[in-house]
């Protein structure tokens, strides 16, 4: 918006500067060098003055405008695109956070899940080792208690033959039989 304020003032200074240089400049060049032609302005000078003015106005409106409507929209284009491509990025960080906000909610619940089975792994790993120790004491137990009747059957049997072997023993000892 400044840049066209400023524009403005350029051709208004420029449209009074073409006069002033008309009017004043000869005079001034020529005090400089101490001599020269003296113009005398006359009703060519308002004829030039008055073209001037028809030529910037006639510029202004076939060229000036079209030009500054065109160089406008291209303007308002190129902001459109850009605030479209703002928005754009926008959405895209939007579903830039809401992936990872997603995803970092899927590998905690994943985790969960995954605590949960080692949990439930952990448990029946505690059951099954419980009933494989309660059943390798039962067997122990068992054949505990058959060594201990093979045992006892085996004294029992041995109690019997005690007198035999026992004289047996002694016989080979003394090397004699004993009665």
Do not use: C
């Not at 403005?8 to 005090?31: D, K, N, V």
């Not at 080792?129 to 004294?155: C, N, P």
């Amino acid at each position: 918006m400044g840049s066209h304020i400023v524009r403005r003032m350029a051709l208004r200074a420029g449209s009074l500067a073409g006069p002033a240089i008309l009017l004043f400049g000869p005079a001034t060049a020529r005090a400089a060098e101490g001599g020269g032609v003296t113009v005398v302005p006359d009703w060519s000078f308002l004829l030039q003055m008055a073209n001037f003015v028809f030529l910037i106005i006639v510029l202004n409106l076939l060229l000036y405008r079209p030009i500054r409507r065109v160089l406008r929209e291209r303007r308002e284009t190129f902001e459109g695109l850009e605030a479209a491509a703002k928005r754009a990025l926008a959405s895209l960080e939007e579903q830039e956070a809401a992936y990872a906000r997603t995803l970092k909610e899927a590998r905690a619940k994943g985790l969960k899940i995954k605590e949960d089975l080692v949990r439930e792994a952990e448990l029946e790993e505690k059951r099954l080792t419980g009933e494989i120790h309660a059943r390798a004491q039962a067997e122990l137990e068992a054949v505990r208690e058959k060594i201990r009747r093979e045992a006892e059957q085996t004294r029992a049997a041995l109690a019997q033959h005690v007198e035999e072997f026992a004289g047996q023993i002694v016989s080979k000892l003394l090397g004699r039989p004993v009665s």
